[in-house]
């Protein structure tokens, strides 16, 4: 298997965009909608070996999205493109504030727990 394999490529992946992506549109939280053309999402199972990020099923960095398994949920790409969305209207703040801030309390992150709380499935 290739290190990274792209899914926003695939129709699984690409349909599990799409729906994040048209739910994110019907939220009020920033002036723009969330841009889509340069962000990947990628399966990287390696990535998630890191100390830091085991815990994890799913990380966001800019444009990017990693994920840990195939078996990616609608709701798990939804927070992560949350997170992408939110890096676009503050691209040094929110990735910063993860020094400061414990993870449980992030607001970063309680935003994206709200957003993938609705739709889609």
């Known amino acids: 298997?290739?290190?990274?394999?792209?899914?926003?490529?695939?129709?699984?992946?690409?349909?599990?965009?799409?729906?994040?992506?048209a739910h994110l549109d019907t939220l009020d939280w920033y002036p723009r909608p969330v841009r889509?053309?340069?962000?990947?999402?990628?399966?990287?199972?390696?990535?998630?070996?890191?100390?830091?990020?085991?815990?994890?099923?799913?990380?966001?960095?800019?444009?990017?999205?990693?994920?840990?398994?195939?078996?990616?949920?609608?709701?798990?790409?939804?927070?992560e493109l949350c997170h992408v969305w939110q890096m676009q209207h503050h691209p040094v703040r929110m990735p910063l504030s993860y020094l400061y801030t414990p993870y449980r309390t992030s607001p970063w992150e309680a935003q994206a727990r709200r957003a993938a709380a609705g739709p889609p499935g």
């Open 1 to 21: 298997m290739a290190v990274m394999a792209r899914l926003d490529t695939r129709p699984d992946g690409a349909a599990a965009l799409a729906r994040a992506r």
């Open 36 to 79: 889509m053309r340069r962000v990947r999402m990628y399966l990287a199972p390696w990535f998630f070996r890191l100390p830091p990020v085991r815990r994890f099923h799913g990380y966001a960095a800019w444009n990017l999205i990693l994920l840990r398994d195939e078996t990616f949920t609608d709701r798990l790409v939804l927070h």
